[in-house]
């Protein structure tokens, strides 16, 4: 566990070489990667979501591609084509860029809803089908995809079976003063991404996702994390709460924050910390919550203090 725990450690220094001042946020992209997982970033423009992404694609050693979602973006742009090749008399498919480890596909929600629907094959059964021939997706696959919280024109807002598809949203927000001041001089003479080096391998990689899988969840855990979902269930103020495939995405994350922090096992503070960022994006606040502006985030927080801490019982032996 300390080998995987310093092996992580190192992709998130160099990680933050270029994301500077958000250690918790670049620990949570990291954990998508590891738990084999998918990652939305919510944010306004210019905070630095595509730096991230390449970042840690550099880092890893992975292969990136980028989407630019746009309203005339289809389904095949992102999945690939197949092509009548004349000279041989067959069609050749020509993937397209959803074939790439980590997949950044920026401002989702301006393409249409066919558009997106391209992905949940994608990100849920790893593969792709074009033309009725299936086609298996590169190990790792991680797709992060982003979008801004404030402008609405022009937009699709994404379906609740995708939302679902994501195992964690984010929010990197704006730097502190002293951190914006530390951006400033990075990118004085050049773009820092340009010197980000990678740190492991894929095979290396695999290892820490493998291992992620080996962290104990006590039974009391998993009791704790059935009971915040069905209290998101239960909430007065939730039209639909979280999904069993929140509890699961839940106690994964908790499983690599446990890895990360060089742990076998996952204790209650893993599932607080993790809760906000696994849960929220499932919940539909109900009609009149949101006149209120009652926020899923804070519905969570909410959840969370109500719900007994489980005593937690470590693994002997």
Excluded: W
């Excluded at 990136?64 to 095949?76: K, M, V």
């Excluded at 020509?94 to 929600?109: H, T």
């Excluded at 001089?185 to 996702?209: C, F, K, M, N, Y």
């Amino acid at each position: 566990m300390d080998q995987a725990a310093s092996l992580a450690e190192s992709v998130i220094a160099n990680v933050e070489r270029v994301i500077i001042g958000k250690r918790r946020e670049v620990e949570l992209a990291l954990l998508a990667v590891i738990c084999q997982g998918h990652l939305l970033v919510e944010d306004v423009p210019g905070v630095g979501k595509t730096t991230l992404a390449k970042a840690i694609a550099r880092s890893l050693g992975c292969t990136f591609r980028r989407i630019q979602f746009t309203p005339d973006l289809l389904p095949s742009d992102v999945t690939g084509v197949s092509i009548y090749n004349q000279k041989s008399g067959e069609f050749e498919f020509r993937p397209g860029p959803i074939l790439a480890q980590i997949v950044l596909a920026d401002e989702i929600n301006r393409a249409t809803p066919r558009t997106q629907s391209a992905l949940l094959e994608a990100m849920e059964e790893r593969q792709i089908t074009v033309d009725g021939r299936t086609y298996p997706m590169p190990r790792p696959f991680l797709v992060m995809a982003t979008q801004n919280p404030i402008e609405y024109e022009g937009t699709f807002p994404l379906p609740e079976a995708q939302l679902d598809r994501f195992m964690m949203r984010i929010s990197l927000g704006y730097p502190s003063r002293d951190d914006e001041i530390a951006v400033l001089d990075a990118h004085r003479l050049s773009q820092p991404i340009e010197s980000i080096d990678q740190v492991i391998d894929t095979t290396g990689l695999l290892q820490l996702q493998e291992a992620v899988q080996q962290v104990h969840v006590d039974r009391a855990i998993k009791e704790y994390i059935v009971s915040i979902n069905e209290a998101t269930r239960r909430h007065p103020e939730v039209y639909l709460g979280a999904s069993p495939r929140g509890s699961l995405a839940l106690q994964r994350t908790a499983q690599g924050r446990a890895l990360l922090h060089g742990r076998d096992y996952v204790t209650p503070d893993d599932i607080k910390a993790l809760a906000e960022a696994t849960l929220a994006h499932r919940l539909i606040i109900s009609p009149s919550a949101r006149i209120k502006n009652v926020s899923a985030r804070a519905v969570i927080g909410e959840v969370v203090d109500s719900v007994p801490v489980p005593g937690a019982r470590i693994r002997t032996g």
